[in-house]
């Protein structure tokens, strides 16, 4: 019996019957006139139908897991020949990195970046290519994107048809994670730091809480040890030329992120505070990786719809700019890297800088009711109030050390060695045993936070260095901050650091009863 082509093939060939048009590439807000966000699979299926769209600049691949086995998905768009990290750094062009629903519930980044796909698969922005190579992750949090619920995220403005939720599946708010690495997503991000080496890292989110009149706040690095160009060069030039001309271009107020003090900070100045200068959080990590970061908040009172046009709107100014000054940005992540930190002095815990006052707009809110839970929604309106108050938006160092040249880890703080591993800090041992005079932290007093924090109690040494005479054994780690990664070593193993291995109690059960903080350093 001889194959037979199928009868509607051959019908469909010859034009006999009419083919049904292809399905729009539309986002399920697109499709739900914005009532619903996307589920893991939309953004997987989206994923595949843009890449086919535009098969050599999209190039879909993933870069890890969630907790509950979910790849994570990861798109590099760009004049590359795959989507392997030799091909994306073999091309020379300014790698840059976007992250969107580190945040579960804070929606619009996800959309936002699925709307983009689509617009450069279709040509769009074609010029940006041949200076940037961009990687995109739509969906960090893929666990806690499929938890919806109509009542995640309590007022804020849809959509109404529910969202995810801020932790993951550990219960772990991933972006206070980037220090201590417990979760697969942090490590899977890490990873690809490590192996794509972005030079400039945007992260989309959503505020809580301050009617303010902006349509979307930012930040750059904010903690003190980031290299002064990386923040000069965002402060002094590249936020300002996007804020312009976004006012310029669509009528919107765009500013630093920020909030007024609620009634738990009843005793702080009025005034408009940023958040938490701590590398836990990602631009800050990202900052003491010798990388340009930007952080984006949408106005969660502002419609869905909104939200997510404004957050693609300042996207897409952030990467025309780094496309028109590509030179500059390679310039500043090099240098940066360049940078000896030893024998400087560097910040161990950090305060809100106050600075003069400026006009801070305040905008106001009008309540709704959530059409199917009945509970309070808020929703944004046209008032944009300036009110001059002081700025709380750098930090200043409450305590500081000079960096030494060097760490000594003993081997069998296996923990240390293998966290250091995982952020890619550059490790040597020693070959055989050496007498070296070193500094020894000796401990007067050690706490920890009453309060859990992520599963922590959070510790802290008390004490002072000393010098000493040892003989360092075979087989010790020796950390060099003469490194790209110098600022990150120096944070995670200062036995003062605010946001280091003693902070998240990874050396609990060698110092428990300690007289000294086990790792030494030299000078």
């Known amino acids: 019996m001889h194959s037979a082509t199928p009868l509607l093939t051959v019908l469909l ?43 050599r600049l999209l190039h879909p691949t993933t870069f890890g897991y969630t907790m509950e086995g979910r790849p994570l998905p990861l798109v590099v768009v760009g004049r590359v020949r795959d989507a392997s990290p030799a091909a994306v750094r073999a091309s020379g062009r300014i790698r840059v990195f976007i992250q969107a629903n580190i945040h579960a519930g804070e929606v619009e980044g996800k959309e936002a970046m699925q709307e983009l796909l689509r617009a450069l698969a279709r040509g769009e922005h074609a010029a940006w290519f041949d200076s940037l190579v961009l990687l995109i992750a739509p969906i960090y949090n893929a666990d806690g994107n499929e938890r919806v619920k109509l009542t995640n995220r309590g007022p804020q403005n849809g959509p109404v048809g529910g969202m995810g939720q801020r932790a993951n599946a550990q219960g772990l708010d991933l972006n206070r994670d980037h220090m201590k690495l417990e979760s697969p997503e942090a490590r899977s991000l890490v990873a690809l730091f490590n192996a794509y080496d972005p030079h400039i890292a945007i992260d989309l989110h959503t505020t809580d809480g301050s009617f303010h009149g902006y349509h979307l706040t930012y930040a750059p690095p904010l903690h003190p040890n980031t290299d002064s160009s990386i923040v000069n060069l965002l402060r002094n030039a590249w936020l300002p030329a996007v804020t312009r001309t976004i006012k310029r271009r669509d009528g919107w107020d765009f500013y630093y992120y920020g909030d007024f003090p609620g009634p738990r900070e009843a005793g702080l100045e009025r005034g408009w505070y940023s958040f938490d200068a701590r590398p836990r959080f990602n631009n800050n990590y990202v900052g003491l990786r010798n990388r340009i970061a930007i952080l984006s908040e949408a106005y969660s009172y502002a419609t869905f719809e909104e939200r997510i046009h404004a957050t693609y709107r300042f996207v897409e100014e952030i990467l025309s700019y780094a496309r028109a000054h590509a030179a500059t940005v390679r310039r500043v992540v090099t240098a940066a890297d360049a940078a000896d930190v030893t024998g400087r002095t560097l910040s161990l815990r950090e305060d809100f800088q106050r600075t003069d006052s400026v006009a801070i707009l305040v905008g106001a809110v009008a309540e709704d009711r959530h059409p199917y839970t009945g509970e309070r929604m808020l929703r944004r309106l046209e008032v944009r109030r300036p009110e001059r108050m002081p700025e709380f938006q750098t930090f ?58 992520q599963g922590h109690h959070e510790r802290t040494l008390y004490g002072r260095w000393e010098s000493a005479e040892v003989t360092l054994p075979e087989s010790t780690v020796v950390v060099t901050l003469h490194q790209p990664l110098g600022r990150l070593a120096f944070t995670l193993l200062e036995p003062r650091s605010d946001d280091g291995v003693v902070d998240w109690n990874v050396l609990d059960d060698v110092l428990a009863d300690a007289k000294s903080y086990p790792i030494s350093r030299g000078r």
Do not use: C, M
């Not at 048009?21 to 139908?49: G, I, K, N, Q």
């Not at 409450?398 to 003993?410: D, Q, R, S």
């Open 13 to 55: 060939a010859t034009g006999a019957v009419a083919q049904s048009p292809p399905v729009p590439l539309r986002t399920r807000p697109e499709r739900t006139a914005y009532r619903e966000t996307s589920s893991y699979a939309d953004v997987v299926d989206f994923v595949r139908r843009a890449s086919a769209l535009a098969p």
């Open 396 to 453: 200043r160092p409450t305590e500081t050390a000079v960096a030494p040249a060097f760490y000594y880890v003993p081997a069998e703080l296996k923990k240390v060695i293998a966290l250091l591993e995982t952020h890619g800090v550059r490790l040597e041992r020693l070959g055989r045993a050496e007498t070296r005079t070193v500094e020894r932290f000796t401990i007067d007093s050690q706490a920890t936070a009453a309060n859990e924090f």
